[in-house]
Structure formats: structure tokens, C-alpha cells
């Protein structure tokens, strides 16, 4: 298994969905997994340390602390066609449960109760890519030459100063 990370949530705008990007810092490789608004809004709001009180999440986080559990970890598999679920490993006192979940949800929790996210090696290898962060950089562009300025200038001189000003 690999241990991953919430990178982030971020709006495709190929598609307009939403993904979250889930990276393993070992290897500079990153999965995401697709969820809806409502889930990506919260999401966001769980990693900015902003996360709105009294969801589903927030009612499972206080379920597992009430019941003296402990939650281990998550761990993210696929079901098939494209389809992933995930599970909450949790520690009672009658030993190790594994409630199943949808990877989104098993996300939040985890962020949630600080507890680690794990996707198995062959999801994780299936659809990993490079993070773009990590990918080689494009060498800076030159400056424009003189010539390409001078094409520009009609565009520049068809604006006055107080068109660009926004008051």
C-alpha cells in the first residue's frame, strides 16, 4: 500500500468536474478521484482548517470517538470499471472492523481524525501521473523583440489611461 496526501481539489475544466489529488511524496506521483461539488466544497473547506460543523463526516468522527474506537487508517481499492471504494480500519475494543465507504467520504474522516490514507499499490500504479509541480520546467521566455512590440502598439494606443481604470 501507499501511503498518499490531499493535494488539493480542483475544478477540471475540461469536464467541470472536481477531483482530489491524492500524492505520495515518495515518488513525486499523484491519483485523483472524482467527487461532486457538494463534497469538493467540503473538502476544501476541511483542508483550509475551515471545515463547516455538524455534517455526515462530523457525525461519523463523533460515532467512532463515542464508541472508544480509534480510527487506524483508510484505505482506497478499486471496485472496478473505473470505480473505487474505500475503508475505514478501525481499533475497538472488540478488536479490528472495516467499515466500507466511498473513497470522498473515508477522505474527510481521515482528514478529519488525523489519520493516515492509503490507496493499494495497483490502484495507486494504474492511475498515478507526475505532479505537475514536479514535472521539468519550460525555460523562461525571451523578452519580445522590438519588431513583435511594434505589431502590438495599435492595440495598446486604441486605449486611453481612463479606460483601463477600474473607478
Known amino acids: 500500500m501507499i501511503q498518499v496526501q490531499v493535494n488539493g481539489v480542483k475544478k477540471n475544466l475540461k469536464n467541470y468536474q472536481y477531483e482530489v489529488f491524492l500524492y505520495d511524496t515518495r515518488s513525486a506521483r499523484q491519483m485523483s478521484i472524482w467527487v461532486d461539488a457538494y463534497i ?4 476544501s473547506a476541511t483542508l483550509q482548517g475551515k471545515a463547516r460543523p455538524l455534517t455526515a463526516h462530523d457525525l461519523v468522527v463523533h460515532m467512532i470517538r463515542a464508541w472508544g474506537a480509534r480510527l487506524v487508517c483508510v484505505i ?3 471496485l472496478g470499471d473505473d470505480s473505487f471504494r474505500a475503508y475505514l480500519i478501525l481499533e475497538t475494543a472488540d478488536g479490528t472492523k472495516r467499515l466500507v465507504s466511498r473513497p470522498s467520504d473515508a477522505i474527510i474522516v481521515a482528514l478529519r481524525m488525523r489519520s493516515p490514507i492509503y490507496v493499494e499499490d495497483a490502484l495507486f500504479n494504474k492511475y498515478a501521473t507526475p505532479r505537475p509541480e514536479d514535472q521539468k520546467q519550460l ?13 502590438l502598439k495599435p492595440f495598446y494606443d486604441a486605449f486611453k489611461d481612463e479606460d483601463l481604470d477600474p473607478h
Not at 40 to 43: K, N, R, S
Not at 139 to 151: G, L, T
Open 76 to 78: 482506497i481499492d478499486e
Open 139 to 151: 525555460p523562461p521566455k525571451k523578452p519580445p523583440s522590438e519588431a513583435e512590440q511594434n505589431k
Open 40 to 43: 469538493a466544497d467540503i473538502l
